[in-house]
């Protein structure tokens, strides 16, 4: 008996189950699906860059190898202990075929983030840019102690 009411509860989720895996299964027309599917193949669309990163007593200091991105491309964000470089990129294509003209563009994003261990003196970071090498350097925070009254 407790075996039928348990099937009977289940019934409505393996009927949303059903109807999911068949929609997703069937070609959209569309082309939702297949657009998602290229968009999780394109390996190249979110990558990241070559680091490398050391840790003194009073900084962390990052040597990001960016070569051919301008400086006005480049951001930095920062997010509590978090912080990420990232830069777009843009490639325009164009194709004359017997029907006309295709043109197609590629925009790819690469980025890498880093968290830090200690706090960071979020005022005092500084970037500089030079010869496809971005340094950022990044002030550890001074630890306050709080008195207990």
Same mark, same amino acid.
């Given at each position: 008996?407790?075996?039928?009411?348990?099937?009977?509860l289940?019934?409505?989720?393996?009927?949303?189950i059903?109807?999911?895996?068949?929609?997703?299964?069937?070609?959209?027309?569309?082309?939702?699906?297949?657009?998602?599917?290229?968009f999780?193949?394109?390996?190249?669309?979110?990558?990241?860059?070559?680091?490398e990163?050391?840790?003194?007593?009073?900084?962390?200091?990052?040597?990001a190898?960016?070569?051919?991105?301008?400086?006005?491309m480049?951001?930095?964000?920062?997010?509590?202990?978090r912080?990420?470089?990232?830069y777009?990129?843009?490639?325009?294509? #164009?194709?004359?075929?017997?029907?006309? *003209?295709i /043109?197609?563009?590629?925009r790819? !994003?690469?980025?890498r $983030?880093?968290?830090?261990?200690?706090?960071?003196?979020e005022e005092?970071?500084?970037? #500089?840019?030079?010869n496809?090498l971005l *340094?950022? /350097?990044?002030p550890k925070?001074? !630890?306050?102690?709080? $008195?207990i009254r």
């Amino acid at each position: 008996m407790a075996n039928n009411n348990r099937n009977e509860l289940m019934e409505p989720f393996r009927q949303f189950i059903s109807q999911m895996d068949h929609l997703l299964s069937e070609k959209t027309g569309n082309g939702l699906l297949q657009s998602m599917d290229g968009f999780f193949q394109n390996q190249n669309l979110f990558s990241s860059f070559p680091i490398e990163w050391e840790e003194t007593d009073t900084h962390y200091i990052i040597h990001a190898h960016i070569a051919g991105i301008e400086k006005s491309m480049i951001e930095i964000d920062i997010s509590g202990n978090r912080l990420t470089i990232s830069y777009e990129t843009e490639e325009r294509r #164009t194709a004359n075929q017997e029907k006309g *003209t295709i /043109s197609a563009v590629e925009r790819r !994003k690469k980025a890498r $983030s880093f968290t830090f261990s200690q706090p960071i003196d979020e005022e005092n970071i500084q970037a #500089t840019h030079e010869n496809g090498l971005l *340094t950022v /350097s990044v002030p550890k925070s001074k !630890k306050r102690r709080i $008195s207990i009254r």
